[in-house]
């Protein structure tokens, strides 16, 4: 039987599993931490940062930090949510953001957050990056543009070889995340739908497939990321 | 109406740059609420009443669309000169929008394509010109947000930004409260 911790988020008693990832743990609780490379099911990464939260009053970022017995979490601060609200606007103003022509407007999770924030225009300069369309894939295109390099498809989708379809080439600001001919080659459908849907954003899209959810009806329409935790 | 309610009525200015017009039409889809608006606001230069120069200061600025060419640049400066208050109203005044969608192609490759060696253009220029009339605005090397030229004090996204958006913020300014930004109304798309 898994033994259970007490510990406080934002001053308020909690329990959880032992050893439990901490973003999960809140979201148990009731507590949203907003998140971007982190993905339920496969092992974080800890790399956009927009889980950071105060542990025993230090930032940490909570995808990677798993609950001990008396931690002290706090999840919500002013400087917190300014902080997140800044990771929102590096990424509008680092790639190529252009919703109202993006097959995934109203079902990403980037723009979900940047309506919780309400970011109306970005505090950084746009960079208007050079960045490609690939369509050469069968089954997949990928769009450069609004990749915000997170790894949820290189950590996450796997050919029935158990090999990652997905991987990254260049380093530093020119970091791409490319499709790999070789492991990619035989994808069901199946997969190519997972892979588009274990992407944050609209980066991997499946050939053929366009809008589909009218205005309205889309995840993010009606109520913002994170509803669903609130208690 | 009495004279002094006519007084203080704030005055309002719009104008599209390199927009489509779609924010001026989400302007318009206030519907029925065009009635109290013309209470609240008296309007100024703008593409509703044709007023094309200015003639007096103006409290509210509504801006649509960003700069793509030199006379882009010239209204939107005329704007921050005589507007109290300018807004950046829709997608393309905030970030340059689908026009920007050219901003990380070389102007020349871009006039290329347009003019010479598109699948559209064919034989519709034997001449070969690319047009450059002096009295054509000039195209600039990239397609520029408004907060870029000058500066802007609000912002409303969408695209366009909803009507209810509009009227929200419109009123707002009018009475001097605080805009309540209603996730319903607040999308970028
Ligand atoms: S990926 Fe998301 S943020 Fe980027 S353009 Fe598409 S909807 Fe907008
Ligand atoms: S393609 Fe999508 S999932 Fe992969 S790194 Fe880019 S944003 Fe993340
Ligand atoms: S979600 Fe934790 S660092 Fe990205």
Not at chain 2, 114 to 126: E, F, H, S
Request: net charge neutral.
């Amino acid at each position: 039987m898994a033994s259970f911790v007490r510990f406080t988020l934002d001053g308020r008693e909690c329990l959880a599993e032992e050893g439990a990832q901490l973003v999960a743990a809140a979201k148990e609780c009731g507590v949203f931490i907003p998140t971007l490379c982190n993905c339920p099911g496969i092992p974080p990464k800890g790399a956009c940062r927009i889980c950071t939260v105060l542990v025993n009053g230090m930032p940490h970022t909570a995808c990677t930090t798993r609950v001990v017995e008396d931690m002290a979490v706090v999840t919500r601060t002013p400087e917190l949510e300014a902080f997140r609200k800044s990771v929102v606007e590096i990424l509008f103003a680092e790639g190529n953001h252009l919703c109202p022509s993006c097959e995934r407007s109203g079902n990403c999770e980037l723009q979900a957050l940047a309506y919780r924030y309400r970011v109306t225009v970005p505090h950084f300069p746009y960079l208007f990056p050079k960045r490609d369309v690939e369509a050469w894939h069968p089954k997949l295109v990928k769009d450069h543009n609004r990749c915000i390099q997170c790894k949820r498809c290189i950590r996450g989708i796997r050919n029935d070889k158990g090999q990652a379809i997905f991987a990254f080439g260049k380093r530093g600001d020119k970091v791409v995340i490319n499709i790999d001919p070789e492991t990619s080659k035989d994808i069901s459908d199946e997969l190519a739908q997972q892979a588009m849907d274990i992407c944050p954003v609209g980066a991997i899209l499946r050939k053929g497939k366009g809008f589909d959810t009218p205005i309205g009806r889309r995840t993010y329409d009606r109520a913002p990321i994170g509803s669903e935790a609130a208690p | 109406m009495s004279p002094k309610s006519a007084k203080a009525k704030k005055i309002v200015a719009t104008t599209s740059l390199a927009g489509c017009f779609g924010c001026h039409m989400s302007l318009l889809d206030i519907d029925e609420r065009l009635f109290d608006l013309i209470e609240l606001v008296e309007f100024h230069k703008s593409p509703i009443d044709d007023i094309k120069t200015f003639t007096k200061e103006c409290d509210i600025g509504l801006v649509e669309g960003g700069c793509c060419n030199d006379e882009n640049v010239h209204v939107l400066t005329e704007f921050r000169k005589h507007c109290r208050v300018l807004v950046a109203v829709g997608e393309c005044a905030i970030m340059g929008g689908l026009p920007a969608m050219r901003n990380t192609i070389p102007l020349k490759e871009c006039l290329d394509e347009a003019y010479l060696g598109g699948a559209t253009v064919a034989d519709c220029n034997p001449g070969r010109v690319i047009p450059c009339d002096p009295d054509i605005p000039k195209i600039l090397n990239r397609v520029y947000p408004c907060h870029e030229v000058v500066k802007m004090d609000y912002f409303l996204p969408g695209c366009p930004p909803s009507a209810d958006l509009i009227w929200d913020a419109l009123v707002a300014l009018v009475s001097g409260k605080e805009l309540a930004l209603e996730y319903r109304t607040f999308k970028f798309d």
